[in-house]
């Protein structure tokens, strides 16, 4: 039997134990669900709410139609994002819906969902298969598409000499801006009114809205791509003499975006013909995508590519009179000088209309194109590889500010011992609208010894520290380790001085992906730390208590020369400048203190007197200079404990910053524990 010292210590080492696993893992990275990346079979109804991200291969669904009586639909339904690309003209499909069985009669087989809730994104490349062989019905695909981000580029496996409507079908529903890269040139849409039960397949003799017979598609608000095979991959068919048919088109069309190429000095261009439309008029937009002689609009306005033909060049053919075709915009973006700059040429289209034996024609007439010059994906690139070394010494600052952060509740005669803790936090940064995650482990062990009317702590730490930055345009990431001294002199009426100094290295990295091509930087620095806080515990009524703070903090991170990676090539080359950070911070905490321990409210207000940053970026004639200033005046604020049990302290705090305009923490977390010896 135990004694009640051995069951206090094996309390203790459960709590210790704990304390530690909790600073070891807090908010090193978000818990994520699990990816799947290798293909999948499914031969049950099941909902998968994973994220999907395949490279070549595929995502079956089988159901069962057999003599021996087994008569089942299985229906798999995928609502997380979904991502499957197949090399271009792969054999092997992307999405396949199957019947297993040898009986001939029935319509039981598999059923395929993809984003039903069309909150998620889609992208897909490759063929999509719903037959094996003979004339019954064998699968349904149902794909929901919508977002400038989702895509499908591909087709079904069964052409338009095939009749779809014999194997099964597949509902392709596009919206705000997601898009289709079809490969076949003729199609053939189904009537797909869902009051008209004849238009979809039956389980159990009623009929299953999830069975579309034959291809049913919805293109309002979506964009059908005939200029590229897929995003960012132009077409291996000569630009402007490609014809795309649709046939039974009906209503599915109207609020669609087509999507051309041409080549007007050559008197070429894309056409799309609509057969079978029908309504009281559809409106569509058109687009022209790429043109060879865009270039030639460089730094100019309104720049006129026009045909030779009188009247202009054929574009778009409906069988439906009524119908209007608007010419809209796109913006086509090219890097220059390694990708330092970027030019954007809008291209907009100048339609004419007319009917003639029955049907809308519309031809374009010129094309009017317009460049702006922008910062390029290097230059984007190398701006935020800069803005993060302030980033990074803001988080890496947190390790060193604030000894109640750090250490917990220090008091004048405690005892030398071993601390660790974990933190993480959130911030924004930088002219790129850039969001940083990051999370780190910090370790350090003292001794404790008397000093006149108080104790001195004087002890070393170690730190490691992992970060990543991302934006709508690029990923970056970087890594930190250090060492450090530190003393803490802890005097009787609650007077508190603490110092700590600590020398390390950082590596960044950053990567943006421009139109296929990637653009990379990274470099490794040096850097150093120092910092002084001094406070005064103030007793209040009761056990309540105040405590008024000041801290000077000061930082440099050395220079810097790297060369960016422009698509694999040496691109150019960055300089960097140092960079030094003084802080001053004044606050204050208020809190409850009792035997267990304490938990407080704090508030401070902080200054950054430096921060200047500075990065010169040249290739061959070309020199981009780039300054930013990351002085600013913000509060801090948050909320905190800390716990004695038995030898160990556990201490832990949340904080948050406001008024912040360089480097906006939007949360900060730190859970640790410390343990007497």
Do not use: C
Not at 196 to 212: D, L, M, W
Not at 297 to 316: K, M
Not at 404 to 428: C, D, F, I, Q, T
Request: proline share 3%; charged share 20%; net charge neutral.
């Amino acid at each position: 039997m135990k004694t009640n010292a051995e069951k206090k210590q094996m309390r203790l080492r459960a709590q210790v134990a704990l304390a530690l696993t909790l600073g070891m893992s807090i908010l090193p990275a978000a818990a994520l669900a699990e990816t799947i990346t290798t293909s999948r079979t499914y031969e049950e109804n099941v909902t998968v709410t994973d994220d999907v991200d395949i490279a070549d291969g595929t995502i079956i669904v089988t159901g069962f139609n057999d003599w021996s009586r087994r008569h089942e639909d299985h229906t798999a339904t995928l609502k997380g994002n979904v991502r499957i690309i197949n090399p271009l003209n792969s054999p092997r499909q992307i999405l396949e819906s199957l019947r297993r069985g040898g009986a001939t009669s029935g319509d039981y087989t598999g059923i395929l969902i993809i984003n039903p809730d069309r909150t998620k994104t889609v992208q897909l490349q490759g063929k999509i298969h719903v037959s094996t062989s003979g004339g019954s019905k064998h699968g349904y695909i149902n794909l929901y598409l919508r977002g400038e981000d989702s895509y499908f580029a591909g087709d079904t496996k069964e052409n338009a000499t095939d009749s779809l409507e014999a194997y099964g079908g597949v509902r392709l529903e596009l919206s705000e801006g997601a898009t289709w890269y079809p490969e076949w040139e003729e199609h053939r849409l189904s009537d797909s009114d869902p009051n008209n039960p004849a238009n979809f397949g039956r389980t159990g003799g009623v009929t299953n809205p999830n069975k579309p017979r034959g291809l049913h598609l919805s293109a309002n608000g979506g964009v059908i791509d005939m200029a590229f095979a897929a995003p960012h991959t132009p077409r291996a068919a000569a630009v402007g003499e490609r014809t795309l048919i649709f046939n039974n088109t009906q209503t599915a069309l109207n609020g669609a975006t087509f999507r051309i190429s041409t080549d007007l000095a050559q008197n070429k261009a894309d056409n799309i013909v609509l057969n079978g439309a029908t309504g009281a008029g559809n409106n569509y937009k058109l687009q022209v995508a790429s043109n060879p002689r865009v270039n030639d609009a460089l730094r100019r306005a309104n720049y006129e590519i026009a045909p030779t033909v009188a009247g202009g060049i054929e574009v778009l053919r409906s069988s439906n009179a009524n119908d209007t075709v608007e010419a809209s915009e796109y913006t086509m973006r090219k890097t220059e000088v390694a990708g330092l700059l970027r030019s954007d040429f809008t291209l907009k289209p100048v339609l004419s209309e007319a009917v003639e034996s029955g049907s809308k024609v519309v031809r374009i007439t010129k094309l009017l194109v317009t460049d702006e010059e922008a910062e390029g994906p290097a230059l984007q690139a190398a701006d935020v590889l800069m803005d993060m070394a302030v980033a990074q010494m803001s988080a890496w600052r947190g390790e060193n500010n604030d000894l109640h952060r750090r250490m917990g509740a220090l008091r004048a005669g405690g005892e030398s011992g071993a601390w660790v803790r974990g933190y993480g936090g959130r911030n924004e940064f930088g002219r790129h609208s850039t969001t940083g995650r990051y999370s780190g482990v910090q370790v350090g062990i003292d001794r404790a010894a008397p000093l006149k009317d108080g104790t001195l702590f004087t002890g070393v730490a170690a730190s490691m520290m992992n970060g990543s930055a991302r934006n709508s345009d690029l990923d970056g990431s970087y890594r930190s380790h250090f060492f450090g001294a530190y003393g803490s002199y802890m005097g009787k009426r609650g007077d508190y001085l603490d110092a700590i100094v600590k020398y390390g290295r950082m590596t960044n990295n950053a990567t943006a992906v421009f139109d296929g091509s990637a653009f990379t930087g990274g470099y490794g620095v040096n850097g150093w730390n120092i910092s002084v806080e001094y406070g005064r515990r103030m007793p209040l009524r009761g056990h309540f208590y105040w405590t008024p703070q000041a801290e000077l903090n000061y930082g440099r991170i050395g220079g810097t020369s790297y060369t960016m990676r422009a698509a694999g090539l040496p691109g150019a080359r960055v300089d960097n400048d140092a960079v030094t950070t003084l802080i001053g911070r004044i606050g204050t905490q208020i809190g409850y203190e009792d035997a267990m321990g304490s938990v407080y409210l704090k508030l401070g207000f902080l200054h950054e007197f430096k921060g200047d940053l500075h990065m010169r970026a040249t290739y061959g004639s070309t020199a981009i200079d780039r300054s930013y200033s990351a002085r600013d005046s913000y509060f801090e604020y948050g909320l905190g404990f800390a716990r004695r049990v038995g030898r160990a302290d556990l201490y832990g705090e949340v904080s948050r910053t406001a008024g912040a305009d360089a480097i906006k923490e939007n949360w900060k977390a730190n859970l640790g524990v410390r343990v007497g010896f």
